[in-house]
């Protein structure tokens, strides 16, 4: 009997929704808004989490990584590779990768790409059959004498710069100046084993000397840079596969410079790799709380409706308790209501989540990285979504069917509807959608003045008609004088363009997607009292930097063509910086001590004092940084700082390349404007900005309808009060500020709940704030002042509608 009373309930709720479509339209509207928001954020974690590599079997896929004491997931050298490969029979393949970015040139044309360096079993081991060509063969993979290097490239690279060629196994291309040959093309499914980063080519392990040839030699013991993805064997369990890693992790411990305790870990391969894995897990929560806020006003607000709506049923429900349906009965069918109101609210959301997928999916942050954001719905999203939708209707439709379904025939017949316990209920939904909305909005606005301040933020300097070049000649194997040369020689043709005010070189764009930091101190104490220095932001930079984007110097001189490599070594120091190394303040003449990346150590002359400028974010407080002279410390990886004329800057690109190619035409040139490379830093306040203005208007709008809602309802119960009150002379005026007050007490009250709890949230967002507090007065009073305007709109309706109520009929009905 279960089967055809369903059926009879499924007919019954289509009947009663059709019946009263605009409040069946109004709460699947709300809920599509509210479950749409919560499948799109859900849709970035699957495809930062959960989502597997697009390989056969990926569940038999696990990432090792090396431990110490217990803690950590890090990298392992090549000499750790061997080991763990050769010592784990129950790992049916085992595969080392690093991403990272190489210059390609494909019929002469150089541009940077991202890759992955790995073994020759990565394709193997992944179980992936190459549609074109074949992966690396073992031959391939290693360095042997007359094997020409090889390289496996993206599906999108192939279309990209090949024209999709279907010949294009064997055809040439230069990696880092260096000539390989295309082996194979990857599935165009597959883009890496990085969630998010859309790599362009896989290139053999055993190259690492032509591809990086700035980084450590492979077989250099405490070079720790390759990840370690294994596929388990058919038999083997994972508590196998933990006690053979235990055994080689006491290998490893054997190996020369090993750290003690050593150990090797597993996790799950699929989603971003574990290194990354807390930050971004931490901020997808942060969103899916913004998120799952929206979801509760939404189903507070539909709960509110229902209640309403309940409630003005309670005969309808009494007449069948009285004709023998039980009370369950009842509430199932009331139920079914509710679930197949978020049924329809769920199809909403996921065609919302379809529709935001194109747009997420197209999101492309000012970032050297290529990010490739997989967020179209699968299984994951459609499972997530139906519970969410299943759920919310359990959730918003309970309450509502129990209340209506509790009462007896004669009660019913003999009272009002509502009540006092359902106002109370109804009504603190309402201040429960205001303090959330009020939570929402403070945000909202305080990041949205923060972007708008960002825009006429002084960062300390001028970045107006700068435009930053980067080219790569380190990847090219450019070292020491040939470097130097390269960047005198191209400094100087670029100086010489026509529209070019001046040139200057720095290792990295403030507040760009580029920082380092070294250990320093002042010059009298050493690293051996203290070992770990006090890390600080540096950059490398020419003697033309400060002038060229207009830092000033507050005392001593900017760096010369004479600080040469063999001259004694300068530093220039910020405001911040001197004041924490030296108590007055004066740091010319002072000595700083320097440990480099290499582990040598070098004391330099302070020879200059800048200006504080921003160089991460343009909410951060004073940072201490050190500028050092590039010629001194070879570094081949530097940037070039053009200052143009105004408006001279797009019609030099062309110029700005065929001078650099004129120098080394594998050289990869890269011009963009020093304010979109500054947008990097504005990013994340930008998506959170985004994400909370959408969940505040959102909230808003459900708070403004629930309201609404709440007056109109209590406007309809209290028809016959407000017909005497009228009777017995009571103005229109005092009728509708009875009903205004009302609401506006409502709203009031939801403010003084949220106006706290939004100054606790607010301190999370304090390091995105840039010249606004996280307790703005002028924030909180007109978020106040707006959500009373809204109050009072929703509620001048309802509050109309009474002034209209004649009495005569509400005493004849009586």
């Keep these: ?101 190489v210059v390609v040139s494909v019929d002469g044309e150089p541009l940077e790409e991202a890759m992955e360096i790995v073994s020759e079993s990565y394709f193997r081991a992944l179980g992936l059959a190459l549609p074109l060509g074949s992966g690396f063969a073992p031959a391939e993979g290693g360095a042997a004498p007359g094997g020409d290097p090889v390289a496996v490239i993206s599906d999108q690279l192939w279309r990209r710069r090949f024209g999709a060629d279907p010949d294009v196994v064997g055809r040439p291309v230069k990696v880092n100046g260096h000539p390989f040959t295309v082996a194979g093309v990857a599935p165009p499914a597959f883009r890496g084993t990085f969630a998010g980063i859309d790599v362009a080519l896989w290139l053999p392990l055993r190259r690492h000397a032509q591809i990086l040839p700035d980084e450590p030699a492979l077989d250099d013991p405490q070079y720790r840079f390759l990840m370690v993805i294994a596929r388990l064997g058919d038999r083997a369990t994972r508590s196998e596969v933990a006690a053979q890693l235990a055994t080689v992790a006491t290998r490893l411990g054997e190996l020369p410079g090993a750290e003690p305790e050593v150990g090797l870990t597993m996790r799950a391969a699929s989603g971003v790799h574990p290194f990354l894995a807390r930050v971004v897990r931490a901020f997808l929560i942060l969103l899916m709380v913004i998120v799952g806020l929206v979801l509760a006003v939404a189903c507070a607000n539909v709960a509110n409706l229902l209640l309403a709506r309940a409630t003005a049923r309670r005969q309808e429900m009494a007449v069948r308790r009285a004709l023998g349906a039980s009370r369950g009965r009842v509430v199932r069918q009331l139920l079914v209501e509710s679930l197949a109101l978020a049924g329809l609210g ?38 997530f979504t139906a519970l969410v939708a299943a759920g919310t209707g359990v959730l918003f439709g309970l309450a509502p069917a129990l209340h209506a379904s509790g009462v007896r025939l004669s009660t019913a017949l003999r009272t009002e509807a509502g009540g006092r316990r359902g106002s109370f209920v109804r009504h603190g939904l309402v201040v429960a959608q205001v303090a959330v909305t009020t939570v929402l909005l403070v945000g909202a606005v305080l990041l949205a003045r923060s972007l708008a301040n960002s825009r006429t933020l002084d960062p300390g300097f001028d970045a107006r008609n700068i435009y930053v070049v980067a080219t790569e000649p380190g990847r090219l194997g450019y070292t020491g004088d040939a470097t130097r040369t390269l960047w005198e020689r191209i400094t100087s043709r670029l100086a010489a363009l026509p529209g070019v005010r001046d040139v200057a070189l720095g290792l990295f764009v403030p507040m760009g997607d580029r920082a380092d930091q070294l250990p320093i101190l002042p010059g009298e104490r050493t690293f051996a009292e203290e070992p770990a220095g006090v890390w600080v932001d540096y950059s490398y930079v020419g003697p033309a930097y400060f002038r060229t984007l207009g830092i000033p110097l507050l005392a ?11 001259a004694p070594p300068v530093a220039i120091v910020n405001e911040t910086l001197a004041r924490e190394f030296w108590p007055d303040g004066d740091p010319l003449g002072r000595g700083i001590r320097i440990r480099d ?86 990013v994340p306040v930008r998506l959170a900005a985004a994400v909370l203005g959408f969940a505040g208007a959102l909230g808003l709008l459900l708070a403004a309808i629930g309201l609404f809602g709440v007056m109109s309802y209590a406007v309809a119960r209290r028809t016959r009060e407000i017909g005497i009150r009228m009777a017995l002379g009571a103005r229109a005026g005092q009728v509708r500020r009875m009903v205004i007050g009302n609401g506006v007490r409502l709203a009031i009250t939801g403010l003084v709940l949220g106006l706290p709890v939004a100054l606790l949230g607010t301190r999370l967002l304090g390091w995105m704030l840039y010249e606004v507090s996280p307790r703005d007065p002028l924030t909180l009073v007109g978020i106040v002042a707006l959500l009373t305007l809204v109050a009072l709109a929703a509620a001048y309706v309802p509050a109309r509608r009474a002034t209209r109520i004649d009495p005569a009929v509400v005493m004849r009905e009586e």
Excluded: C
């Design 346 to 383: 769920g199809v909403g959301g996921l065609i919302i989540a379809l529709w935001s997928s194109r747009v997420l999916g197209a999101f492309r942050p000012s970032s050297t990285v290529p990010i490739a954001l997989d967020v179209s719905p699968d299984w994951r999203v459609f499972g």
């Design 1 to 101: 009997m279960l089967l055809p009373d369903l059926w009879l309930d499924v007919r019954l709720a289509s009947r009663v929704l059709v019946r009263h479509r605009l409040v069946a339209v109004v709460v699947v509207l709300s809920l599509a808004l509210g479950i749409g928001a919560n499948a799109v954020i859900f849709s970035l974690v699957n495809a930062l989490l959960l989502r597997p590599l697009p390989v056969p079997q990926p569940d038999r896929l696990v990432r090792i990584g090396r431990t110490v004491q217990g803690e950590g997931f890090d990298a392992l050298s090549f000499a750790e590779f061997q080991v763990l490969r050769e010592g784990a029979p129950a790992l049916a393949e085992v595969l080392a990768h690093q991403p990272n970015d």
């Design 556 to 566: 001593g001189r900017a760096f010369r063509e004479d600080d040469a490599r063999e």
């Design 597 to 682: 990346r290499e582990g040598r150590e070098r004391v330099v002359d302070v020879v200059g004092m800048a200006r504080n400028i921003k160089y991460r974010s343009p909410g951060e407080p004073p940072l201490p940084f050190l500028y050092l002279p590039h010629v001194q410390w070879d570094r081949p990886d530097l940037l070039v700082h053009l200052r143009v004329a105004e408006g001279a800057g797009p019609g030099l690109v062309p110029a700005i390349r065929a001078q650099i190619h004129a120098e080394d035409p594998e050289l990869p040139v890269d011009v963009t404007a020093m304010e979109d490379a500054m947008a990097f830093s504005l």
